[in-house]
């Protein structure tokens, strides 16, 4: 699996350089929400947006969906429930099993953190023509699915 003699570089890394870009998003989102006097990270929002465009999924998938483990989850889902934008409700099949549902509240903060967070993403692609934008993207599937269906 490993390739010799080639010297590593971070400038160079597919993974650094989306690991880099992915922590500059969340840290301007975290600014910006924190500004805007709301009460979220850029964390619990990722949680929110699922939750948000697939209202009513099981606990364990939005876990599997957002790459958390179970406690991970459960805190963040648990934050957010006590702040009234979401509510868990037992599954139809198993009581134990929760669902997650988005409330009125969740959907109208929703409505005004997208703007934000769509206006940072219009910055961070200012001068980036449509096409590269959609190769970027392509890319970035095609890395998380390889490495989400490669073992060791």
């Given amino acids: ?3 010799r003699g080639k010297k590593y570089s971070l400038d160079n890394s597919l993974g650094h350089l989306a690991s880099q870009a992915s922590r500059m998003v969340l840290k301007r989102i975290n600014q910006e ?12 929002f990722s949680t929110l947006v699922y939750i948000w465009s697939q209202n009513g999924q099981p606990q364990y998938v939005l876990a599997d969906s957002l790459n958390k483990d179970k406690t991970t989850m459960a805190r963040l889902l648990a934050s957010l429930e006590s702040q009234g934008l979401i509510v868990r409700l037992p599954g139809n099949h198993d009581a134990r099993e ?3 549902f988005i409330t009125d509240k969740g959907n109208t903060l929703m409505s005004d953190v997208t703007q934000i967070v769509q206006e940072i993403l219009d910055i961070g692609t200012m001068g980036i023509r449509r096409e590269d934008i959609d190769v970027c993207k392509d890319v970035l599937r095609k890395f998380h699915s390889n490495l989400l269906t490669s073992s060791r």
Avoid at 33 to 39: D, E, F, I, P, S
């Fill in 98 to 100: 929760k669902n997650v």
């Fill in 1 to 3: 699996m490993k390739k």
């Fill in 33 to 44: 929400l924190a500004k805007g006097k709301y009460a979220i990270t850029s964390e619990q």
